[in-house]
């Protein structure tokens, strides 16, 4: 199966079809604010290939691509950014994380990938004044292995 037909599911289950153990209860507010940002990426023209892909070690909250470039989305909220923003608390090792995880994906996908770009975006979400606010960084960090 090649790529652009939909190389994985969007079912919430990672590598080797486990359950994922995410931060939140199914339902809760990871995979909500997750469903958010997925929607506020295609309504900007990317389709979402995979959500919750993960391999040993890590997870990958969205995967994304447009105009020929694949953006692996780590996706963060807070309902204040009072003790600083969402996109701060994505650490070293959050990035290293997620990093390992971008290979392992690209590794189980190589053929279907050729000829593509990949970045690390963030998407943060935040509320103020009653209202939720979206932030996309585009290539938010490099690679960290």
């Known amino acids: 199966m090649g790529f652009g037909d939909g190389w994985g599911s969007n079912s919430g289950r990672g590598a080797a079809g486990r359950q994922m153990k995410g931060r939140c209860a199914p339902g809760g507010v990871g995979s909500g604010t997750e469903f958010l940002a997925a929607q506020y990426l295609s309504e900007r023209g990317y389709t979402i290939r995979r959500r919750n892909y993960a391999a040993r070690g890590g997870e990958i909250d969205i995967i994304a691509e447009k105009d ?8 963060r909220f807070r309902q204040s950014t009072r003790f600083g923003t969402p996109a701060e608390t994505v650490t070293l090792a959050k990035r290293r994380r997620i990093t390992r995880t971008a290979l392992n994906f690209m590794a189980e996908n190589r053929a279907a990938l050729e000829g593509r770009a990949f970045r ?4 943060s979400m935040s509320m ?6 979206f ?8 690679a960290w292995t």
């Open 135 to 142: 932030e996309h960084f585009r290539n938010a960090f490099e």
């Open 68 to 75: 020929g470039v694949v953006a692996f989305v780590e996706v």
């Open 128 to 133: 103020e004044d009653g209202r939720l606010v």
């Open 120 to 123: 690390f975006d963030v998407i």
